[in-house]
T-cell receptor, first 117, second 110 residues
Framework: GAVVSQHPSWVICKSGTSVKIECRSLDFQATTMFWYRQFPKQSLMLMATSNEGSKATYEQGVEKDKFLINHASLTLSTLTVTSAHPEDSSFYIC?????????????FGEGSRLTVL | QKEVEQNSGPLSVPEGAIASLNCTYSDRGSQSFFWYRQYSGKSPELIMFIYSNGDKEDGRFTAQLNKASQYVSLLIRDSQPSDSATYLCARRRSNYQLIWGAGTKLIIKP
């Protein structure tokens, strides 16, 4: 199946710094990418939907100025957590939809675990 | 009311038995439903999707959808210890956005 690569897989940073997470579709063009956040023992929560070449659509309650999403190409989307705080510590997962995807064709990255000290 | 509801479990099933996982949803207009498996610390893996009423079988897995009752289930036959994981039910919104249930933790006992 199609591969979505996320980097870094884990990151530890100091409070107040910014962290960038990359999501790449390796063998297909992803017109739409989704960013999720998952806290321990909880389900995935959709943060935002990004379409290549346009602004991301954020879910209610997600601060767009804090979680900057860029989808500049058909194979790369980035999530930048700005001025990170300990409460931002979470497992961040991206998923990507292929251009001609069918109903079930949504591919997930491996996830990035962020720990803010 | 949550959009997608699952019993958090854990659900304990002996090896070789049938594991039955259930999910209900609130939006009657929902069309497509997905079952994902997630191992601890890993991303979800797609098991099956279903969008028609009835059963859909794939190997040891059977998904069942009842739109009148707003109910989706996943049956795992001949359960194996490697099936132990959290199973996430999701429904698809527009633009392929997935709305997730909280997940059911399944434990297969050898």
């Amino acid at each position: 199946g199609a591969v979505v690569s996320q980097h870094p897989s884990w990151v530890i940073c100091k409070s107040g710094t910014s962290v960038k997470i990359e999501c790449r579709s390796l063998d297909f063009q992803a017109t739409t990418m989704f960013w999720y956040r998952q806290f321990p023992k909880q389900s995935l929560m959709l943060m935002a939907t990004s379409n290549e070449g346009s602004k991301a659509t954020y879910e209610q309650g997600v601060e767009k100025d804090k979680f900057l999403i860029n989808h500049a190409s058909l194979t790369l989307s980035t999530l930048t957590v700005t001025s990170a705080h300990p409460e931002d510590s979470s497992f961040y997962i991206c998923s990507a939809r292929e251009w001609l995807a069918g109903v079930g064709e949504l591919f997930f990255g491996e996830g990035s675990r962020l720990t803010v000290l | 009311q949550k959009e997608v509801e699952q019993n958090s479990g854990p659900l304990s099933v002996p090896e070789g038995a049938i594991a039955s996982l259930n999910c209900t949803y609130s939006d009657r207009g929902s069309q497509s439903f997905f079952w994902y498996r997630q191992y601890s610390g890993k991303s979800p893996e797609l098991i099956m999707f279903i969008y028609s009423n009835g059963d859909k079988e794939d190997g040891r897995f059977t998904a069942q959808l009842n739109k009148a009752s707003q109910y989706v289930s996943l049956l795992i036959r001949d359960s194996q210890p490697s099936d132990s994981a959290t199973y996430l039910c999701a429904r698809r919104r527009s633009n392929y956005q997935l709305i997730w249930g909280a997940g059911t933790k399944l434990i297969i006992k050898p």
